[in-house]
């Protein structure tokens, strides 16, 4: 019988499960540009046009390769209306897609199905490394679900720096402490810049639409540079690894005024949209790092981030939602302040992460945990509302990544169910990532007072909230150690002052 064949816009892969057996006499593609993918959240216009584009330049090469494509093109209607009028006008009575990404679309896709009673054939993303199954198996048990562990399974079993004894390379599993360096005083002096993909036709029609159909979308297309298809993913993993990583990992932490991209790779948005595999770019690395001779800590901190954490987030979404999109440990209900959309606040860390984040979309690790994390965290923000914002304003933003790393990592919204603590940090540790602190208004070694860094009041203020749950974690002791040392007088001080901050956080 005809199957129709849904490929959603994060799904780009000729070779992925949802063409498996497709037979293009019977068979037909169904791709929707969906008004509701750019609006469920206040989406980023580069966010946006990335996946047009990168649709419109899979949508070519199908037609180029003579498969039988419905296209529906900038449609007011939500993928699952578009669904609907085809399955009916079509009379198809077995629908084929890739288990999507995010758990309202695999719902709304079964409700669908089962409304129609017609068979789905929901596969499993051969994308990644470790199935649900493997996953779950590895979880069912565990008193503590941790990275680490995952991570040591997986080099294990597909014999990724592992000698032949059984051994990690190196002698060591992890090399994360040379992995933490900020930049030298006088700046990262960084000498090759990030691969730039000039906008090709496709992509200058689509930020032609993008721009005049979500106007006041967060965010701006002037310096749209994402690469778009298979060919330009590529080449910028080629040039990823000849240039810029010998540097990745050792500066992979470091944060500078201006210095959106660092040495990071900026190649997560097209491993999201499956324009990359991710065995293709752990190949890569490899051999880059015999060819150049790097550094070994580099290579496994860059291939721990794929291998490892990238693998286990999807696990985590999987295997806690629908729960984990509605934890909320510490009851937290703050908004979300206003300059999170503007990045106009007065903070200097904030200003910059958040200015670029506008600008390209982007921001790496360290800023999205330790900076826009830490404050939404700190701040009391609703999670969900944080987390709206990460699935908005970040390119290679898609809920199976996102939510796991948000809620999970950077809010400690599930009470540590795969972290062993909170991360939080306070102004110390941006002035020693980074030189946010110089030219800030606030002082981050100041915790009260009208020059008080925002991040120090609130993390002393945090810490002296949830005193118990700190005191009662090895991991976390030193943190209220730290706090006993400041005189009660002050305490008392710093809490004064966090009301007033928690309750204008607008203005700060
Ligand atoms: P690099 O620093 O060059 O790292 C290499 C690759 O490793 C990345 O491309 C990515 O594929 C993978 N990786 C690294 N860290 C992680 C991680 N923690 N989880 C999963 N994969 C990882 N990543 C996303 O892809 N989408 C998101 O929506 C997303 N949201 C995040 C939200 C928060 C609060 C935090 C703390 C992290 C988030 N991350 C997300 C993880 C990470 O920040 C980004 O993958 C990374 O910044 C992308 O930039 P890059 O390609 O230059 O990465
Ligand atoms: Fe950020 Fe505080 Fe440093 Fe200012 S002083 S840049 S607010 S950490």
């Keep these: 019988n005809k199957k129709l064949v849904l490929i959603l816009g994060d799904q780009l892969d000729l070779n992925g499960a949802a063409l498996k057996g497709f037979d293009s006499q019977h068979d037909q593609i169904i791709m929707v540009e969906s008004a509701n993918e750019a609006q469920y959240v206040w989406s980023h216009k580069a966010k946006i046009a990335l996946f047009l584009s990168a649709m419109r330049h899979f949508a070519q090469k199908l037609k180029d390769k003579k498969y039988p494509l419905a296209y529906y093109s900038e449609s007011s209607k939500t993928i699952t ?21 995010e758990w309202r679309l695999k719902q709304a896709i079964e409700d669908l199905a089962s409304e129609f009673k017609i068979q789905l054939d ?13 996953f779950r198996e590895w979880a069912a048990n565990k008193k503590e679900l941790r990275l680490e562990y995952f991570y040591r399974l997986m080099r294990k079993k597909y014999s990724i720096l592992v000698e032949a004894d059984g051994n990690p390379e190196g002698g060591q599993w992890n090399f994360d402490q040379d992995n933490r360096k900020p930049y030298p005083k006088k700046g990262p002096g960084i000498t090759d810049a990030p691969a730039e993909f000039k906008p090709d036709a496709i992509t200058q029609e689509v930020i032609k639409y993008v721009n005049q159909t979500y106007p006041e979308h967060p965010g701006s297309l002037d310096q749209f540079h994402w690469p778009v298809s ?28 201006d210095t959106p991209f660092g040495w990071h790779s900026l190649l997560s948005s097209s491993l999201n949209l499956k324009l990359l595999n991710p065995r293709e770019v752990i190949d890569a690395v490899l051999k880059a790092w015999k060819k150049n001779a790097l550094d070994l800590s580099n290579i496994e901190g860059f291939i721990r981030q794929i291998l490892g954490w990238r693998e286990f ?32 606040t007065q903070m200097h860390c904030m200003r910059d992460t958040v200015g670029q984040t506008l600008q390209y979309g982007y921001a790496h690790h360290i800023q999205r945990l330790m900076v826009t994390g830490n404050f939404g965290l700190l701040a009391e923000i609703l999670p969900s509302a944080v987390c709206d914002w990460y699935l908005a304003v970040y390119v290679d933003a898609i809920e199976w990544v996102e939510l796991p790393n948000t809620a999970g990592m950077a ?9 062993s603590k909170p991360y939080i940090a306070s102004g110390a540790y941006i002035k020693r990532m980074s030189n946010y602190c110089s030219s800030c208004k606030y002082k981050p070694d100041v915790r009260f007072g009208e020059t008080a860094c925002p991040v120090t009041n609130l993390y002393w203020n945090f810490l002296i909230k949830h005193r118990k749950q700190f005191d009662g974690n090895p991991r976390t002791r030193l943190m209220t150690a730290n706090l006993n040392k400041i005189s009660p007088e002050d305490q008392k001080q710093i809490t004064l002052h966090a009301q007033h901050i928690l309750n204008h956080l607008d203005e700060l």
């Design 313 to 344: 987030v999807r696990g985590m979404y999987y295997l806690d939602m629908p729960q984990m999109a509605q934890d909320n440990f510490y009851d937290h209900q703050r908004s979300l302040p206003k300059w999170y959309w503007t990045g106009d």
């Design 411 to 419: 809010l400690f919204a599930n009470g540590g169910r795969f972290t």
């Design 122 to 134: 929901m596969r499993e993303d051969s994308h990644f490394f470790c199935t649900h199954a493997e």
């Design 81 to 101: 209306e578009v669904l609907r009028e085809h399955l009916t006008q079509n009379q198809i009575q077995h629908l084929v897609c890739v288990e999507p990404g």
């Design 230 to 257: 298979r060919e330009q993913a590529l080449k910028a993993l080629d040039y990823f690894v000849e240039y810029r990583l010998r540097n990745f990992g050792i500066f992979q932490d470091a944060m500078w005024t």
